[in-house]
């Protein structure tokens, strides 16, 4: 499986055929969903979330089909008959090829005065974990997890004790969009020093295989 950073949290999976791609925002590539089968979106927020970039992908390939959840379905449905589906906490289901799990339920909280959405992590075939804006532990084991590292939501310490809950064999940095090239730098220094698991942060473009 090849794995490619698309900016922020888009991730593009490819095994040979079929392309996925998860959660294209408004800090994505402009061509993060060309010629893709799939599109998994894991919550509403506009930097996981661009309603453009999803209907150019839909438009642009009469197969191509969307799984995300009920606040994001429902501004795609009526466009789209039958290639939108609606996902759930516990769901399980095939898409371009892969074998996907649903985990979680809520984003994490930024502030108690915001009141917390939807939000659900995916799990591809068994192996790659996208979690969404949510620090959600799957029931089973993770060999490469997308790690965010940076959000009004969370702290550097909260993804250090993130990994360590998971145990992945490979860690991946997502959620990146908002720091510079110094913050980056910064949050590997302090998560190397916690974590011993094998940590990439890959540049918007580059690609790493599984």
């Known amino acids: 499986m090849q794995l490619t950073k698309q900016g922020h949290s888009c991730i593009r999976l490819d095994k040979g055929g ?3 791609v998860i959660d294209p925002g408004g800090f994505t590539e402009p061509g993060a969903v060309d010629g893709v089968a799939a599109v998994l979106i894991t919550h509403e927020h506009p930097d996981h979330f661009d309603e453009g970039h999803v209907r150019a992908a839909l438009d642009a390939n009469p197969q191509a089909e969307v799984w995300t959840l009920a606040s994001v379905a429902s501004q795609l449905s009526a466009a789209y008959p039958g290639r939108v589906h609606t996902v759930g ?10 074998e996907i799990q649903v985990h979680g339920e809520l984003h ?3 502030h108690p005065d915001i009141p917390r959405i939807t939000n659900v992590g995916y799990l591809v075939d068994g192996t ?7 620090l959600t532990v ?4 993770v060999e490469t997890l997308l790690l965010p590292i940076n959000a009004p939501w969370c702290k550097v310490s909260e993804s250090a004790d993130y990994v360590r809950a998971v145990r992945p064999k490979h860690v991946v940095d997502i959620h990146d969009g908002l720091i510079s090239e ?5 949050y590997g220094r302090v998560l190397g020093g916690l974590t011993d698991t094998d940590r990439r942060h890959l540049a918007s473009g580059e690609a790493r295989e599984f």
């Open 89 to 98: 906490h516990g769901d399980a289901f095939s898409a371009a090829g892969f």
């Open 128 to 134: 790659v974990f996208h979690p969404g804006d949510a």
């Open 182 to 186: 110094n913050g980056v730098a910064v």
């Open 18 to 20: 079929p392309v996925l």
């Open 108 to 110: 994490a909280v930024i």
């Open 138 to 141: 799957p029931e089973q084991p």
